[in-house]
């Protein structure tokens, strides 16, 4: 975990270790596969290409995350000529909490929210939308930018990013297995068919992959929560900008709200309605859940010292 003044997290250290090391072991295990089906396929010479593939994906995703999450959200770097207040906010809060100055980005998007992406606190950037701004106080949007940036000091962006790759080559795979575009149809001992063998063993990792991002998911906004709450002091702020910002997003047309899912895990806030959050598939917790957290925390920080 990045040094700063952000409270350390031992638990995320722990849970993004974990999670980094099962699925790296099940993204190897699955480009071990492949290269063994298309070696006793008689498509050896497909090996060594398998191989670099998977090795490619994941340096893509490591290299080219900001990249790729600002574009997805049609988000644009900004000056602190353009953005002074924005700037000042987050130039405040680098300072108290001790940690380089992230880029710092806006999406001219009405549903409020607020995300942090890059592979490295000097690389990172930190996004909010043009409704967010319009929707918060200056309390607590500094409130959430502080949740943001204890996302990028505790390097749990990076992991995300990279988590999701053994799931993004298992989705590949599972759908050109299910065309036979992968994994010829038969094996060379005429038994089960390659192309079977590469759907399953892909649906195992993407599943594998799939729920242990989302539990390091829900862990690590309740972290970000807590952090960003104690470096700013006021619990009561983000507490009071996670419920505008869920009661803005249960406003917004379906429509849009499916344009945008694609970033939830990475949101202060997911981009969904109408359900509790309440289950394996949820990349955030309940609300409830944070508020009772952030609850806790403005208590502990009324008792008199």
Known sequence: MAQSRFIRDTGLTVRMTTVMFLLGALFV?????????????????????????????????WWSSDKVAMRAMRAREVTPEEAPELHGMIDRLCAQADMPKPRVGIADLSMPNAFATGRSPERAVVCVTTGIMGKLTPEELEAVLS???????????????????????????????????????????????????????SLVVY????????????????S?????????????????????????????????????KAMNAFFI?????????????????????????????????????
Do not use: C
């Not at 290409?49 to 490619?56: A, D, F, K, M, P």
């Not at 999701?164 to 060379?188: C, K």
């Not at 104690?230 to 429509?255: C, H, M, V, W």
């Open 29 to 61: 295990a699955l480009i071990v596969t492949l290269m063994f089906l298309a070696g006793s396929s008689g498509y050896g010479g497909l090996v060594p290409i398998i191989g670099l593939v998977g090795i490619g994906i994941a340096f893509y995703q």
């Open 147 to 201: 949740h943001e940036l204890s996302h990028v000091a505790h390097r749990d962006v990076l992991v995300m990013t990279l988590a999701s790759s053994a799931g993004i080559v298992a989705g590949m795979l599972t759908r050109g297995a299910q065309w036979g575009a992968v994994g010829g149809r038969r094996g060379n001992n005429g038994g089960l068919p390659a192309f079977l063998i590469v759907l399953a063993v």
């Open 207 to 222: 599943a594998i992959s799939f729920f242990l991002t989302r539990l390091l998911s829900r862990y690590r906004e309740l």
């Open 224 to 260: 970000a929560d807590r952090a960003g709450a104690y470096l700013t002091q006021k619990p009561g702020a983000l507490a009071s900008a996670l419920q505008k910002i869920s009661g803005e997003i249960a406003a917004t047309p379906q429509r849009d709200l499916r344009a945008n």
């Open 269 to 305: 806030a997911p981009a969904v309605s109408g359900m509790t959050l309440k289950t394996l598939t949820a990349t955030h917790p309940p609300l409830q859940q944070r508020l009772e957290q952030l609850a806790r925390i403005e208590a502990e920080l009324s008792r008199p010292t």
